[in-house]
């Protein structure tokens, strides 16, 4: 991210959302997630389901996410859309989330024909149940926002992403927004050209529904 900051107005409207919906509380229910309210960032929004295994996948995955990836994502694992050697820390990213720090990731993106893109992506807690209980955060509320959408998107499909920056907000802040953590970068992406030689032996493997994972 430019200067440590996010850049993408869709992780900050759909940020700010969510703070104004969860109140007082941790984090808001899903219930409380209108679609209605957020129609014009739909395409970008994801819900991810927390599966018995502990696999977080797509509940729910937007019409621009699902032409990026060049599929259906609903019940696929979130992680896959990452490259293999960076789904162990996004998986840590995603575990601070759950605890009640939203995040939000600076990503490259590497597509099948070795093109680069750059995206910025938010996840935010959630509680599937009743919010006057005990919350429990089994739900990811997000989005994965690219910036300056490439001509190709749609027609070659992405390989992976990698995480190359992310913030971890403090919602005990009063202004979780303006006073957070600072930035921590990560490596970059591969030089794209070095990876080519790798992408004809590319498959939806990385991108395979778990057992266990999603339940109706």
């Known amino acids: 991210?430019?200067?440590g900051h996010m850049r993408h107005p869709n992780s900050i409207n759909l940020l700010t959302y969510w703070n104004a919906k969860r109140g007082k509380r941790p984090f808001p229910a899903r219930r409380d997630i209108e679609p209605a309210d957020i129609s014009k960032y739909l395409p970008h929004v994801l819900i991810g389901e927390l599966g018995h295994d502990g696999t977080w996948c797509f509940r729910l995955a937007g019409t621009a996410l699902c032409a990026l990836a060049g599929q259906e994502l609903k019940g696929l694992p979130i992680a896959g859309l990452w490259?293999?050697?960076g789904r162990r820390n996004f998986s840590s990213i995603l575990?601070?989330?759950?605890?009640g720090a939203p995040a939000i990731l600076s990503l490259d993106g590497l597509s099948q024909?070795?093109?680069?893109?750059?995206?910025?992506?938010v996840f935010m807690p959630l509680a599937a149940g009743d919010p006057r209980g005990a919350m429990t955060c089994d739900r990811i509320f997000g989005a994965i926002s690219v910036f300056d959408t490439p001509y190709w998107v749609g027609s070659d499909a992405l390989q992976g992403f990698s995480t190359t920056g992310f913030k971890l907000f403090?919602?005990?802040?009063?202004?979780p927004f303006l006073v957070n953590r600072p930035e921590i970068a990560m490596p970059a992406l591969p030089d794209a050209t070095k990876r080519k030689r790798n992408i004809r032996g590319f498959s939806r493997r990385n991108l395979i529904l778990i057992d266990g994972g999603r339940k109706e």
Do not use: H, T
């Open 95 to 99: 575990k601070a989330a759950q605890e």
């Open 1 to 3: 991210m430019a200067g």
């Open 170 to 175: 403090d919602p005990a802040r009063p202004n």
């Open 113 to 121: 024909g070795g093109r680069v893109l750059q995206a910025e992506a």
């Open 83 to 85: 490259l293999a050697e």
